[in-house]
């Protein structure tokens, strides 16, 4: 099920569902820009920014709900694929699920996005969850974050399509 193809007139997203967060709603330093161009001859979201560790901070991120706010049932899946062009660097995929109550709370898997184009794959069993007691339960995804976090580094990532397979 494809969750978002930029390039797809019609796709679930079609890029305009994600926002862009940083670290300055809780006041962090790190800087940011969301903006839906071409990158690498695909059309893409492109994820740009700062990432700075000063006053507690440390992140940039480009998320969005999967059903408008209420759970979704992602049970019956794998994976996530995700095309991706980047800068060599890691960054990772967050989950929230409705057991993630609190800002801090998510599911986590790490990527490193080549300065190529590819098409990862990140099992639905690979994510562990930070500062959440419950276990991951795909059954009840509400919303997916791609991140760059934790080290202070420039972010550059684009995205241009998230599926669940």
Known sequence: MVIDDVAAEGAL?????WRL?????MGGVSAGS??????AGRPALHLRGGVRLENN???VQMARDVAHGKAFDASGF????????GNGETYGLHLKTADTA????????N???????????LPLAGFAP??????????RLRRIGLVAIGRAFYADVALARLALV
């Open 13 to 17: 997203g079609g890029g305009a569902a």
């Open 21 to 25: 967060f940083t670290d300055q709603v």
């Open 34 to 39: 969301l903006t839906l161009e071409v990158v």
């Open 57 to 59: 901070g440390g992140f």
């Open 78 to 85: 794998e994976a996530f694929e995700l095309d991706v062009f």
């Open 102 to 109: 609190r800002p801090w709370q998510s599911y986590r898997q």
């Open 111 to 121: 990527f490193t996005a080549e300065p190529r184009w590819q098409r990862l794959r």
């Open 130 to 139: 930070h500062r959440v007691e419950a276990p991951f339960d795909p059954s």
